[in-house]
């Protein structure tokens, strides 16, 4: 090694260098600890803390008298938790698998090199720039069956037009779907947007020699290779469907009745209004497990399916 | 620019002075809409008349969830205010939880047994104790009517039956208005809920029913006549009822679009900042069967546990103003409700109010005088949520049977204690 045989005065430099070596590599952990331990209390500590509420006795404040699981077996006794268990499968399921689509249609269609593309590019966009709030606000008065979508078109004489979801209990769980896929579709077809684009065009211009019609190199070829993107899609929209509170709050309400009450809405009702925090914990963390039932073996496999590949 | 420092610095020493010598309070409440709001800065001009600060903490919003949830958090982190705006049986919890301090010399001094009603106090106490002071009255069972789209319908007076009700209701459809004006919120389907079932069931009936919760009543013939005629009641409403607030649904009463609302005597208010004069323009009438009974809702303020002697002073001063004449006349007058203070003259009342305490005095007489459950009144916040989810379910459930409704209305009650 050559610094063996150096001189003193080199040394020290060298020295010296080590130094801002040290501190190069310390200072990013440094730096990013604090956030890492509020992240840590704020995130994993409450969590914990939360549990523990699912535990015990809870009901205006906390207290700490341990039940055991009963808070569960009351929760999945509570008519209004399977509502709004099987609504958060209904939207959620419906909401990504729309979004998804109609993002990728949108996308393929803006890829065919197509005039103003940046103008559409951006209209598909606005959307998201709105916060849940407004959308669920917007949506109501549209889907209002005495101001809207159908008193506009009972207006041009069809009198028996019917479109009054909002106000039917069976169906105003698709309002929500409707204006949510409204909002995050532009978002997908971003993502997808970005994906297609990083496609060598080369790829195209082979399979094309090859004879391969533009369905079948879209579904071969082009799909396969946007797995990624569907992977990094699919963890944003999960997501935002399962922590939806403001739009349901926005556009309905949770009602007609309780009808389209979703977990998070529950759960704020039964920890915050009506003194029940034991209850409202034991909610919270099954909207957790949830999560974790649904993302765990997602990532697993894709992340996994990323080493080997 | 020095005189202004100078003035600054003299102001700042001046407010820090006056704060040293006496108490400040923190009041939590939710008077914020408009005729509301006038009456909560009413009370705050009277309170820093003797000398203290309010410190006002207002958290808006209907109901008083989004206070309550406040106030929980507060209290949580151990720094509650002086004073919190609680209703009904929270006073209670509360109290229980040690939280309340006590105000008895206040109430020794001016002699308040002799003046409130018990069955209001009640609420009021913790263990014996003043911990609380009732600040008013409101009247749950109230029909608010429009007289020119009755007449228009030929219908010549608010309907005093449930028969007489869906006829009246039938001619005023026919006539091209909405009979009842109503908001799809479930705590409006429970007030409309409650009235209905109260004047089918009686007084005894409804304090068996909502206040004790007693599974025999509730599932009772009397409940489900009650629940089967609720639910009729909704072909008596416009499709669009969903979310609607209330106030939105008194204005299509005051617009004529609709004929009656069921709704307490806040609803006063719209009609008056429309100009709108009682007797005149509008009609305020008990709903079928109720006209002897009464369903109260009451505000009252709390005081929790401070060591502070100015501040325990300070408590009791308030307490006093509520309750002083002057104010229970002006305050009420603002807010629609009626004193709640036997012995203040309503005079200078309007005619919906006189006929409020009318009411509230034969009530009293008939054992009628029932605590509302849609206004947290009558049982805990998680009873009262569990009998939200089944009316409001049921009403909006075209296929759910009224048998259906009151079971589960006893299997919620029961998981929710």
């Known amino acids: 090694m050559p610094s063996n045989v150096s001189a003193p005065a080199s040394g020290e430099r060298r020295h010296r260098r080590s130094l801002a070596g040290h501190i190069e590599r310390v200072l990013p952990r440094l730096v990013i600890a604090p956030s890492l331990g509020v992240a840590l209390f704020f995130v994993y500590g409450y969590m914990l803390w939360t549990f523990l509420l699912s535990l015990t006795n809870s009901r205006m404040l906390p207290q700490y008298d341990f039940v055991g699981f009963a808070q569960y077996a009351r929760l999945f006794a509570n008519e209004r938790w399977h509502v709004a268990a099987t609504n958060l499968v209904v939207f959620g399921g419906l909401f990504i698998v729309s979004c998804l689509v109609i993002g990728l249609l949108l996308a393929i269609f803006l890829d065919q090199r197509i005039r103003q593309e940046g103008t559409l590019r951006t209209i598909y966009l606005y959307p998201m720039a709105l916060s849940l709030i407004v959308t669920g606000v917007v949506w109501r008065w549209l889907l209002n069956p005495g101001l809207g979508i159908q008193a506009m078109v009972r207006g041009w004489g069809f009198e028996d037009f019917t479109f009054n979801w909002l106000v039917d209990s069976d169906m105003a769980i698709y ?31 082979a399979a094309a020699l090859d004879g391969a019609s533009l369905p079948r190199i879209y579904t071969r070829i082009v799909l396969p290779s946007l797995r990624p993107v569907v992977f990094s899609a699919v963890m944003i929209l999960a997501h935002i469907a399962i922590k939806s509170f403001d739009l349901v709050m926005a556009l309905t309400g949770g009602g007609p009745g309780y009808a389209t009450d979703l977990p998070a809405t529950f759960m704020y009702a039964h920890t915050f209004t009506r003194g029940q925090i034991g209850l409202g914990s034991a909610s919270a963390i099954m909207m957790l497990c949830g999560v974790l039932a649904i993302l765990v073996p997602y990532l697993y496999s894709e992340l996994r399916g990323q080493r080997h590949g | 620019m020095k005189t202004i420092h100078a003035l600054a610095a003299g ?23 408009g005729g509301e709001a006038k009456a909560a800065k009413l009370l705050k001009e009277k ?7 309010w410190k006002d903490f207002a958290v808006a919003g209907g109901a008083g969830d989004s206070a309550m949830t406040v106030l929980k958090s507060r209290a949580l982190s151990g720094n509650p205010p002086a004073v919190a705006q609680i209703k009904g049986p929270l006073i209670q919890e509360w109290g229980d939880m040690g939280f309340l301090g006590n105000i008895d010399k206040a ?8 003046f409130l ?7 009021d106490k913790v263990d014996g104790h003043y911990a609380a002071v009732p600040v008013n009255i409101h009247r749950i069972n109230w029909i608010w009517a429009n007289p020119e789209v009755l007449e228009d319908s030929g219908v010549d007076h608010v309907p005093q039956t449930w028969d007489e009700f869906f006829d009246a209701a039938d ?32 007084g005894d009936f409804y304090r068996k029913a909502f206040v004790d919760l007693d599974p025999e009543a509730l599932t009772s013939d009397t409940m489900i006549e009650s629940l089967k005629t609720f639910k009729k009641l909704r072909g008596t409403m416009d499709d669009n009822i969903a979310g609607r607030d209330w106030n939105i649904a008194t204005s299509m009463v005051i617009n004529g679009k609709a004929a009656m609302q ?50 325990q002073q300070a408590q009791r001063d308030l307490a006093s103003i509520v309750l002083s004449k002057d104010f229970q006349v002006q305050f009420n007058q603002a807010k629609g409700s009626i004193p709640v203070r036997l012995d203040v003259s309503l005079d200078d009342f309007d005619a919906c109010a006189k006929a409020s305490r009318e009411a509230f005095d034969v009530a009293l007489d008939e054992d009628a005088l029932v605590p509302s459950l849609a206004h947290g009144m009558a049982v805990s916040d998680s009873q009262q949520g569990a009998v939200f989810d089944v009316i409001t379910n049921f009403f909006n459930d075209p296929d759910m049977k009224a048998e259906t409704a009151s079971e589960r209305l006893v299997s919620a009650i029961r998981a929710a204690e």
């Open chain 1, 175 to 205: 309002t929500l779907v409707i204006a949510a896929v409204w909002q995050a579709s532009g978002f997908v077809m971003a993502l997808f947007l970005a994906g297609l684009r990083s496609i060598d065009d080369s790829l195209f211009q």
């Open chain 2, 11 to 33: 102001a700042l020493l001046a407010a820090a002075v006056g704060q040293a010598n006496a108490a400040e309070i923190e009041v939590l409440h939710w008077w914020t809409s």
């Open chain 2, 107 to 114: 109430a020794e001094a001016d002699g308040w047994d002799d």
């Open chain 2, 171 to 202: 001619k005023i459809r026919e006539a091209g208005y909405i009979p009842l004006a109503h908001g799809g919120q479930p705590w409006q389907d429970a007030t409309v809920f409650e009235v209905v079932m109260m004047g089918i069931g009686g």
């Open chain 2, 262 to 311: 069921i709704m307490g005597d806040w609803a006063k208010g719209e009609f008056t900042a429309a100009g709108m004069m009682p007797g005149e323009d509008y009609e305020c009438v008990a709903p079928p069967m109720t006209e002897s009974m009464f369903s109260y809702n009451t505000d009252s303020l709390a005081m929790f546990d401070v060591d502070d002697e100015g501040q």
């Open chain 2, 47 to 53: 309170l820093e008349d003797k000398g203290h600060t």
């Open chain 2, 117 to 123: 009603p018990e069955e209001i106090v009640a609420a």
